[in-house]
């Protein structure tokens, strides 16, 4: 996914607004769909898609044409999609932007089931302090930062396990020019103050985040779409929750969060999603043939 310092439009559109604000591409829209769609079905293959299989895709999804025949267009605007002109016909082959944000973000929903057994108890830190003269960057550093991982137990400070992910921050911060106001350290929690256990219970709302997990559980716990485009759309759907995921779970390490529901939940989908992805592959070539 580029850096993902906020710079890229389609990571831009994925990411939320801070503590619960509306969606930037809200979850089952036109939009979000089609990038589910792009990454899961065109981009493992490379080869273009005509404007008729994406639109067949998203009417099974239920978007209707007119809604998704606009998707398309503002994908191809920001510059996620490239048209490839046969006659009168068209087809749409990804731009290598996108190519690089699936390939960061496919990285990122893998890593959503594993516990995070090496963590060294070392946390990265961010003091920010938003001049006033910055404060329209307020919203893409919350959104980037919450990417990243990070929570924010109290004002002005924020803070991640994962300090592997500091180069991206550091974009982050510095192509927003915030640099000048952030200070960062690297180490652990001392006994002053509050506990571990207490940074993470007010830094993310994992509460909210455990309940969606529940849902998302219940409803593909015992799925078994019928043959055919009911295996496409469910496994659409199903791969559209993954994909959303990363930008709520912090992936905390088990050391932090025991029996996190949300390790075996996002485990269960990707074993559906392997499952299904034969037959998915194999009726999407199908399609994309016939639209051809």
Known sequence: ????????????????????????????????????????????????????????????LGIEERTARQAIVRGADSGWIEPVRSGREVAWSMSTQLAEVFEIGSRRVESLSDPFLDWDGNWLILLVTIPQHLKTSRKKLYSGLEWAGFGNPTAGVWLTPH????????????SLGLADSTMSFLGRTDSIGLSEGEIVRDGWDLDALSERYSEVEARYRDSKPAAGDDTLFTHIRAVAELQRLPFSDPQLPEALLPDWIGRRVTAHLQQLRRAWAPAVHARWAELNAVSG
Not at 3 to 10: E, F
Not at 24 to 33: K, M, T, Y
Not at 44 to 59: D, H, I, R
Not at 163 to 170: A, G, L, T
């Open 163 to 174: 300090s592997e992910r500091r180069p991206q921050v550091d974009d982050l911060v510095t």
């Open 1 to 60: 996914m580029v850096s993902t310092g906020g710079s890229t439009s389609a990571l831009d559109a994925g990411r939320r607004e801070r503590k619960g604000g509306h969606a930037d591409l809200a979850p089952g829209s036109a939009r979000s769909l089609l990038l589910t769609i792009l990454g899961e079905l065109v981009w493992p293959t490379n080869a273009p898609a005509w404007t008729s299989s994406l639109l067949y895709v998203m009417n099974g």
